[in-house]
T-cell receptor, first 110, second 116 residues
Framework: QKEVEQDPGPLSVPEGAIVSLNCTYS??????FMWYRQYSRKGPELLMY????GNKEDGRFTAQVDKSSKYISLFIRDSQPSDSATYLC??????????FGAGTRLTVKP | EPEVTQTPSHQVTQMGQEVILRCVPI?????FYWYRQILGQKVEFLVS????????KSEIFDDQFSVERPDGSNFTLKIRSTKLEDSAMYFC??????????????FGDGTRLSIL
């Protein structure tokens, strides 16, 4: 089983839709969970950073972590064409280095 | 806002040649990283560097690769005897560190390495 699994998509939604992106993981030592957004030919840009289980909201973005199920989600409300990008989940144990999911390519159509 | 900068943005090199990719991490960060992303594939961890030494490396990071912090600001990745399959985007990242928590990494925009 891969350490971090993420459906690569592609995912296409109409503008204004709610987007749900997900990752599962197998390493129970992971405690820090990140979502990065990557535009074409650019580096990953940190969107959300959460520690342990629970929800975190930032504007139109909500990150959710369920450690019991080893499942994390990123929700995007009122999606915009500018949200079109690849979204990478990443996670790490304490004082250790990140492992990335494969990334989900999202297109938001006007 | 401080950012990680990488140079060059695109490097074209003949197979078998050595290449050095350069990064300037965010100034108060203490952990430095290199990642690789082959076109259309996932971001892969190569190496992490702390306190002037490698703290972790992946199976990709073999004897062909080396890292160095030659001065107080630069962090470099050297690839010797480049192969066609080394063609990829190479990302540098850095993060601060605190005693009690793990801080997320901040990435540069990458160097696109093309091996001919």
């Amino acid at each position: 089983q891969k350490e971090v699994e993420q459906d690569p998509g592609p995912l296409s939604v109409p503008e204004g839709a709610i987007v749900s992106l997900n990752c599962t993981y197998s390493n129970s030592a992971f405690q820090y969970f990140m979502w990065y957004r990557q535009y074409s030919r650019k580096g990953p840009e940190l969107l959300m950073y959460t520690y342990s289980s629970g929800n975190k909201e930032d504007g139109r973005f909500t990150a959710q972590v369920d450690k019991s199920s080893k499942y994390i989600s990123l929700f995007i409300r009122d999606s915009q064409p500018s949200d079109s990008a690849t979204y990478l989940c990443a996670m790490s144990p304490p004082n250790n280095d990140m492992r990335f999911g494969a990334g989900t390519r999202l297109t938001v159509k006007p | 806002e401080p950012e990680v900068t990488q140079t060059p943005s695109h490097q074209v090199t003949q197979m078998g040649q050595e290449v050095i990719l350069r990064c300037v991490p965010i100034s108060n960060h203490l952990y430095f990283y290199w990642y690789r992303q082959i076109l259309g594939q996932k971001v892969e961890f190569l190496v992490s560097f702390y306190n002037n030494e490698i703290s972790e490396k992946s199976e990709i990071f073999d004897d062909q690769f080396s890292v160095e912090r030659p001065d107080g600001s630069n962090f470099t990745l050297k690839i010797r005897s480049t192969k066609l399959e080394d063609s990829a985007m190479y990302f540098c990242a850095s993060r601060p560190t605190t005693v009690t928590s793990n801080q997320p990494q901040h990435f540069g925009d990458g160097t696109r390495l093309s091996i001919l």
